[in-house]
């Protein structure tokens, strides 16, 4: 029965089993697709292609169906008497049913123009969204080497728990000789347990951080999943950045409205025709209920519109200029960005080298004091001090190396060049 209810559990943890690792790259795409507003792509797409039916339904007849009662006070009549002729007076109630058709023939341009503009604004639409998406990318970057650093002081951490275990062992045994006080023992015990509590810091915000990620990126990642500190480079390529993009399309949408405004003024061409039956009918003086129809052409042509096409391409022409200074303003704000970032990126590869520098020297006087504190000559508070100081230049060097990989990573997202471009 215990070997079923394994076999019947075995494959469920199987499947909500976590992640065993995770890269940037991966973490970027998923981020991505995670994103709640990732379906409105289609969304859009969608609407647009209803506003594509509408405009096409420009070419189908218009049918409507009429119908009035009217009585009126007077109607016109001949009081001229002429010998053998009676001229009929019509009737001052009238009725008449009724069905307009109206068919464009040729409407200036006007209804692929609408759809240019139509185009043009669904591109810029998706381009938000597409600027708006890219901007996770910065909250990757923070969660995911937020983790690692927290991994690279956890197995420092340990490291130094190791070490005082290890110089542990030996005062504990020289107590039970009578060769070191008590006081020395006791003095690393407590370091040792400060140290757990350290690792148990660590783990805290490391774990806090991996849930907040798989939030983010909907990957099934947890305490034991590890993550891969990324290999990249600084990359200075021509910017890749979606917001370049959207002034583009933003410009294009603009020029194109233009475009549709010039064709409001262009001539019309229709057919239309009128088919109904009524009293009178299109003859006034039968006054009787009678059937009628008429078909014919008509031209539409707005020649003059006192300037209200002018002012309105003015008005898209000052929208263009805002555009441009809002790039222009993108990129000076990214480019005081870089040079921050190339800086920064420069003093920490001068710190990394000093810091191994620091590492090597601080792990030969911790490997003294150890050798010191074995025979008796230094105190473990002494020890615990110099074993502080050493695993200390240990995690400013593994803090400063994720710093340097989070700089790059940061740079290259300013610029757009992400890895997984």
């Not at 218009?62 to 019509?90: E, H, K, M, R």
């Not at 200036?108 to 609408?114: E, I, N, P, S, Y």
């Not at 074993?387 to 230049?393: F, K, S």
């Not at 240990?394 to 990573?409: D, G, M, P």
């Amino acid at each position: 029965m215990k070997r079923l209810l394994i076999l019947l559990i075995l494959p469920v943890q199987m499947a909500f089993g976590q992640v065993g690792q995770v890269t940037l790259e991966e973490c970027y795409k998923q981020a991505r697709e995670n994103y709640p507003k990732l379906s409105d792509l289609d969304r859009e797409q969608q609407m647009n292609d209803l506003k594509t039916k509408n405009l096409d339904a420009n070419w189908l007849p218009t049918v409507n169906l009429n119908g009035q009662a009217t009585y009126q006070s007077d109607v016109t009549s001949v009081s001229v008497s002429l010998p053998g002729i009676n001229i009929p007076t019509p009737s001052k109630d009238q009725y008449k049913v009724y069905i307009d058709l109206h068919q464009n023939i040729y409407d200036g341009g006007l209804t692929k123009a609408q759809k240019e503009v139509d185009a043009a604004n669904l591109a810029a639409d998706q381009q938000k969204l597409e600027v708006e998406m890219y901007s996770l990318n910065d909250r990757v970057n923070q969660l995911y080497f937020g983790i690692i650093l927290m991994q690279k002081s956890h197995k420092v951490l340990e490291l130094k728990k190791e070490n005082i275990s290890e110089r542990l062992r030996v005062l504990e045994s020289g107590l039970k000789n009578g060769m070191v006080q008590a006081r020395n023992v006791e003095t690393l015990r407590a370091e040792k347990i400060l140290t757990d509590q350290q690792i148990e810091e660590v783990d805290a915000k490391r774990m806090a951080a991996v849930k907040s990620l798989a939030v983010l990126t909907g990957l099934s990642i947890g305490g034991n999943t590890q993550f891969q500190a990324p290999v990249i480079a600084q990359k200075n390529e021509e910017w890749q950045r979606p917001e370049l993009k959207l002034y583009n399309r933003m410009e294009n949408t603009i020029d194109k409205s233009a475009e549709l405004i010039s064709k409001t003024r262009n001539p019309k061409v229709f057919g239309f025709g009128q088919v109904g039956y009524g009293k009178p009918g299109l003859n006034m003086l039968k006054s009787e209920f009678s059937s009628y129809y008429l078909v014919g052409v008509g031209v539409k042509w707005n020649i003059f519109d006192w300037k209200q096409s002018r002012r309105k391409r003015e008005v898209l022409d000052i929208q263009k200029q805002m555009v441009n200074s809002s790039r222009e303003t993108f990129k000076q704000n990214v480019n005081m960005a870089l040079v921050q970032s190339s800086e920064n990126i420069q003093k920490l590869e001068s710190l990394i080298n000093t810091d191994q520098k620091l590492v090597s020297i601080r792990d030969k006087v911790a490997a003294q004091s150890a050798s010191q504190l074995e025979n008796g000559v230094i105190t473990s508070a002494d020890y615990v001090t110099d074993l502080n100081a050493e695993i200390q230049a240990r995690i400013n060097l593994e803090s400063r190396k994720v710093q340097y990989l989070q700089a790059v990573a940061n740079y290259n997202t300013l610029t757009g060049n992400l890895s997984n471009n």
